[in-house]
């Protein structure tokens, strides 16, 4: 195969067409570019709620937006603990801080990827107002174990599905197990308009403050509006919401096709030393976002860096370690970079919460280590599984030999 891997960051890998053309013609047509007046980003918050069975959705501007809006609503007390992943995007992560909460990092399952309550457990305390877990790369986390925790101490879960839409677990679709989901519609993401977010509850209180926390608190419609808390203009336009509604009618198809192809590679890696595909609970339906390879470097030569820097040899955009560094070794953290010289909100955070250490991390470790992620979307055909399955076994056999 000469041509290259579809690539979700230009059309080769996206599918917008005709559908997308016609909503922005009619709301072009319309006048009306502003949510708050157009009928365009209703229509797919509605359809957003229906396709989840969520009682609940709204817009906004990106996924860090939602996450923001979510931690919004649950409305921590400055200096509260959120516990969270530090193998996430940093959308999921500076809202906490921007809320004036700390998020308290769980390690995770170095073969999932994901916390558990195991390793969201040893993170609670009496400051805990909120449990965030992200379905990493598509693949749900055991939800039922943490929504038991959580329930033991009465606080809301919020689940970040922004790589796992129509994911499930138990037979439930993410996003609809905890309290809040949070969605991104982010270019890479399995629906985008560019930038995007979207949050959803099926609990009414949390998505009246939601609504306003996107709309600067301002009651549009109540009887007599006004600012009523402390919010942001994190609204989604109409152009955008135009281009994600036309998407909602395929996702599911779209969800199927990378499913399918996910099953396909996985089978030809079967037996390849060294290597695995993402492990995926029997309970559960992975969305696959990315397909993430597991290299042991005890078994594969030169382990994940080698085999990354020969797929990308062929033209694989094949990426070691997906983060470069867990969130908690960024500067906003290492540095406690925050509002001028201030540091809040990490002046007011329990020093324990702040042990950044790797002993305490050794699934972080070990998960980045062995992780490659593989480029994935939804224009994959079999052809370009096989080259990849191909292009990976020949690179393994090449390292397997050349050390031997
Ligand atoms: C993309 C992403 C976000 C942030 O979304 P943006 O739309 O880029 O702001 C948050 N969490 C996860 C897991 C993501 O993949």
Redesign the pocket.
Known sequence: MNEPLPSDQDASGRSFGDGELALLAEVLRSGTLCSTRGSVVRSFERRFAETLGVRHAWACS???AA?HTAVAAIDPEPGDEIVASPV??M??LAPILYQGAIPVFADIDAATCNVTAATIEPCLGARTRAIAV?HLFGNPCDMRPILDLARGRGIPVIE?C??AFLARDRGRTVGTLGTIGVF???QG?HVTCG?G?LVVTDDDALARRMNLFINKAWGYGDPHPDHTFLALNYRLSELQGAVALAQLPRLAAFVARRIANAARLTAALRNLPGIGAPQVRPESVHAYWRFCLRVDSEVLPGGVVALGARLRERGIAAAPRYIQKPAFACEVFQQQRTFGASRWPFTLARPEALDYRPCRFPGVVAALDSLLVLPWNERFEEKHVDFLAACIHEAAGGLMREAA
């Open positions: 990106s996924g860090t996450f996430t995007d959308g999921a992200t970040d922004a790589q991104s519609l982010q993401k930038e977010g």
